[in-house]
C-alpha cells in the first residue's frame, strides 16, 4: 500500500497523535494541505498538548508554494492584492 493511500485512510489527529507519542518527534511535521486545514488556534492546542511546535514541511515557502498552486487565478491576483503571496 502506497503512502499516500495510508494518508487518505487515517484520520489526521490519529497521525499527528500516533507521531507526537512515538517517542521520536521533536516537532510535528504536516503536509501543506494538512497544515492549511488545522486552524491556528488548534494548532496551539496541539502544541501545548504534545508540547512539540507544529510545523510545515518545507517550511512557510513550501506551504505558500502550495497554497498558491492550488488556487485559481483569480484568487491568486486577489491573496497577492492582500500581500499573502
Not at 22 to 30: P, R
Not at 47 to 76: F, M, N
Amino acid at each position: 500500500m502506497a503512502i499516500g493511500q495510508i494518508h487518505l485512510l487515517t484520520p489526521l489527529m490519529d497521525r499527528i497523535d500516533r507521531w507526537a507519542t512515538s517517542g521520536k518527534a521533536t516537532k510535528i511535521l504536516l503536509h501543506p494541505e494538512d497544515f492549511d486545514r488545522i486552524s491556528d488556534s488548534r494548532r496551539e492546542k496541539l502544541e501545548a498538548k504534545y508540547k512539540l511546535p507544529v510545523v510545515c514541511v518545507g517550511g512557510e515557502k513550501a506551504y505558500i508554494d502550495w497554497k498558491h498552486r492550488t488556487k485559481s487565478e483569480e484568487q491568486r491576483e486577489e491573496m497577492m492584492q492582500k500581500g499573502e503571496l
